[in-house]
């Protein structure tokens, strides 16, 4: 018999890997033409977008992605420069696992998401 903080555990280790698995696959879709991103905003975009996802199939990250976007020195601003692309590759993702029709993030692009982020 399985404990509950034995099933705890495992469902913790399951959402991570779905959240690395998302994290990786955005590599492709992002960063695919020839253009030089530093790495900082190569890891910054792709977190952001499995940060996306998970929560858009109910997967929990806790403060993992944001402590992942520090730690690659990733910051508000690049994440607002980035807005686009990342949502973007997030709801093409969630699109392809058949989550949603409307907008991942409830934001169209940088503009509205320093307003969003401002109210």
């Keep these: 018999m399985t404990s509950h903080k034995h099933e705890a555990q495992l469902s913790s280790v399951a ?36 940060f996306a996802v998970c929560e858009a199939v109910g997967l929990e990250s806790s403060t993992a992605s944001s402590d992942y976007i520090q730690l690659y020195c990733g910051d508000k601003e690049m ?27 409830g934001v169209e692009g940088p503009r509205e998401a320093k307003m969003e982020m401002a109210a």
């Design 15 to 50: 959402q991570s890997v779905h959240s690395v698995l998302v994290h990786e696959a955005a590599h492709e879709p992002l960063h695919q033409s020839d253009e030089y991103l530093p790495k900082t905003v190569r890891k910054t975009e792709a977190e952001a977008v499995a």
């Design 79 to 105: 994440l607002l420069d980035a807005m686009k692309r990342i949502h973007r590759t997030a709801g093409e993702a969630t699109k392809e696992i058949g989550v949603g029709k409307k907008p991942l993030l």
